[in-house]
């Protein structure tokens, strides 16, 4: 069981703890942050795309905290680990199996409103944290610790899938990259449901993923198809007229 009791007074150890489970989110939050970078581009607006990523996390965030205090609970089951692998392992392959478009890349599923991104925004992060939270607990087995970590986590999230929205117009093959990370995670779930022995070491995993993030980072579109983009996005669009001081309020 973890231990749900806050620590009389706070020591060294603790802090270092706590140093080591940030460290551990920062690492493990890279290939979540450009899948739901790559999710929110559904949306082909990038002011849309901040809001999904800002109320989705705000879900996520409570789903994740529900799964730490949860968590000797969930572990006790597999069932929860084989929905998430199948859940991430299902969104890579709709990515890889979508029609192409003009240039002979895939792309993310489309929303037509805010409310469609948000859902799918919060529970690829759930089921990213099934593997974080395993991790964390492997680590330490206080849950003030574990909350805080994840707590930190979810802000460094929103910052990196941040970057990463800016980033996917600009790097070819970046999105790929994206979804080839899900697709590991989704295997490693799978894997410890099938039998704990079959699961990559994590820096097997780690290695991988920044092996696949060097080759997603390899290549820039041209300045005139960035521009293209935007300017497709923008005329997608439907244009607001300004309200009218005669008009009626």
Known sequence: MIDLNLPAQLNPQSFLVLIVLVALECVLSADNAIAL??????????????????IGLVV??????????????????????????????????????????EEGAHHSPRFSSLWQAIPLIAFTDLAFSLDSV?????????TWLILLGGTIGIVVLRFMAGLFINWLEEFTHLEDAGYVTVSFVGIRLLL???????????????????????????KRNDIAEIEAIAESQSEAMPEIEPISEKDPV
């Open 134 to 142: 395993t991790t964390a607990i492997a680590v330490s087995q206080e």
């Open 37 to 54: 970078a790559a999710i929110t581009q559904g949306l082909q607006d990038l002011e849309l795309e901040r809001r999904a990523l800002n």
């Open 192 to 218: 410890r449901v099938l039998n704990d022995q079959l699961v990559p070491p994590e820096w097997l995993m780690i290695t991988l993923v920044a092996i696949v993030f060097a080759w997603g980072f390899s």
């Open 60 to 101: 996520a965030y409570i789903l994740r905290i529900s799964l730490i205090l949860a968590a000797s609970w969930v572990i006790g089951y597999w069932q929860f680990e084989l929905a998430g692998a199948l859940y991430l392992l299902w969104l890579a392959f709709q990515y890889f199996t979508s029609a192409e478009k």
